[in-house]
């Protein structure tokens, strides 16, 4: 597997507004995940999208994938002060198990 | 299910001091990771095991760490002797084969190395 890289590294904006962060890879893959990691807790998986996807919904989440740029995008509408977070992607490439994350994109939203 | 399970929460110890933490994984899960994050390095992967076999120890930061998994349902990270430097949240975390490495994640064990 490889890491993926997360931007904006950090991101501030007001309940009620959309979230979007994104993140890059290098190499093809299978499949990407999100997750999401509330401060001082563990890693909560979010959505996964796998390569022959080009878009995800689930409630408030949106991912897309652009398997030719080598990107995906989380966005968040509607945030809430409990969507304060950070946020991870995991490329998944070949049989490998093991996930690598990278720095994340630390979200906070204010009342 | 009660989900992935680590034991201690918290533990303060001093330098030179041997230092064991415990996991177990959700129930039927095969594959098993051991995490380490700090504000400096981020997370990262130590350690991780299919079927109770160590496949991947390249992440593991020296010879004072070593992991276990006697069984498919416990396992355990050491660190001996312990260092200021060790200090840092340690997570485990479970997968199951064919769920496209979806991993869930315990709680953490919070070290701290006087």
């Known amino acids: 597997s490889q890491q993926g890289e997360e931007d904006p590294q950090a991101l501030s904006i007001q309940e009620g507004e959309n979230a979007t962060m994104n993140c890059s890879y290098k190499t093809s893959i299978n499949n990407l995940q999100w997750y999401r990691q509330n401060s001082g807790r563990g890693l909560v998986h979010l959505i996964l999208i796998r390569s022959n996807e080009r878009e995800k919904h689930s409630g408030r989440l949106r991912v897309t994938l652009d398997t030719s740029k080598k990107s995906s995008s989380l966005l968040i509408t509607a945030s809430r002060a409990a969507d304060t977070a950070s946020y991870f992607c995991a490329p998944i490439s070949g049989g490998y198990n093991k996930l690598i994350f990278g720095a994340g994109t630390r979200l906070a939203v204010h009342p | 299910d009660a989900g992935v399970i680590q034991s201690p929460r918290h533990e303060v110890t001093e330098m030179g001091q041997e230092v064991t933490l415990r996991c177990k994984p959700i129930?039927?899960?095969?594959?098993l990771f051991w995490y380490r994050q700090t504000m400096m390095r981020g997370l990262e992967l130590l350690i991780y095991?299919?079927?109770?076999?160590?496949?991947?120890d390249s992440g593991m930061p020296e010879d004072r760490f070593s992991a276990k998994m006697p069984n498919a349902s416990f396992s355990t990270l050491k660190i001996q002797p312990s260092e200021p430097r060790d200090s840092a949240v340690y997570f485990c975390?479970?997968?199951?084969?064919?769920?496209?490495?979806?991993?869930?994640f315990g709680p953490g064990t919070r070290l701290t190395v006087l």
């Open positions: 129930s039927g899960h095969d594959y």
């Open positions: 095991f299919n079927n109770n076999v160590p496949i991947d």
């Open positions: 975390a479970s997968s199951l084969t064919g769920s496209y490495n979806e991993q869930f």
